[in-house]
């Protein structure tokens, strides 16, 4: 069978480059596609991580708020200092542990030096590492050596007195203040 073709060239041409024309526009058209559907998978997972994230930076925010308020509580800061002001004691009272018993043994030596002028008749712990010592002295005489072996002590030192009134008998009843040196 012998075909004619009745059509000119030019027509054909026209109609076969736009067949190919139409079959590049639709695989463009899919690429597209295909870019678009691809890149708003790609927002929407992200969007969902920044959603995750905002929601926990919230929860963060929400709890530094909680704790900051917490610690600028004034009955904190009042508790904090009266614990402070405790352990301070409680290391003060380990470091004098076992210093009355050395204490009183060198009140004790300034009063042996001369039994008959001088008398002691009380000392108690004022306070940490200060004694309050009374006592009897024959006269002002025995009352200044028992200073002058006072400051003389190494143990020793004179935080008030002496303060001294005359008894019945003519002797004077005494009281020192000493305290501790802060190195022993």
Known sequence: MIRINLLPRAQRRRRLRLRSGVALAGAMLL????????????????GATAAELRASTAEVTAEIRRLEKKRDNPALAERQRVLRIRQEALARLREARGEPAAALAELAGLFEADDAALRPLEAHAATLGGWRVDGLARDHAALAALVARVRAEAKFHLSYGPEYARTADDSLRFRLDLEAAPNQ
Request: charged letters at 0%; a neutral charge; proline letters at 0%.
């Open 31 to 46: 690429g597209w596609a295909a870019v678009i559907g691809t890149g708003y998978a790609w927002i929407a997972s992200h």
